[in-house]
Nanobody, 115 residues
Framework: VQLQASGGGLVQPGGSLRLSCVAS?????????MGWYRQAPGKQRELVAT???????DYADSVKGRFTISRDNAKNTLYLQMSSLKPEDTAVYYC?????????WGRGTLVTVSS
């Protein structure tokens, strides 16, 4: 299984971006716990949001009300809609898929929030 994230870029504070993560090799988006993580310069990787196979969604407190995680099972694709972006949201964003005994990570996509 390969996860390919895209959609990052440079955006001004208050702006929006949508990240996508396409899974290839196996249909996992609808059956695994899928998530977005991020790692800012000099900091540890942190959880941003997860969506479980049954639809339960969790967000980090820092992004609640601003970010929305979603998925398209038919396209085997995970999304992260980010709004009201802040400079502190600047990081490399990674998608992740996991189930019992298996974890897949994609390459990250850089999001830079700056004026």
């Amino acid at each position: 299984v390969q996860l390919q994230a895209s959609g990052g870029g440079l955006v001004q504070p208050g702006g929006s971006l949508r990240l996508s993560c396409v899974a290839s090799g196996r249909s996992i988006v609808g059956s695994y716990i899928m998530g977005w993580y991020r790692q800012a310069p000099g900091k540890q990787r942190e959880l941003v949001a997860t969506i479980h196979s049954g639809g339960v969604i969790d967000y980090a407190d820092s992004v609640k009300g601003r970010f929305t995680i979603s998925r398209d099972n038919a396209k085997n694709t995970l999304y992260l809609q980010m709004s009201s972006l802040k400079p502190e949201d600047t990081a490399v964003y990674y998608c992740n898929g996991r189930t019992i005994g298996i974890v897949y990570w994609g390459r990250g996509t850089l999001v830079t929030v700056s004026s």
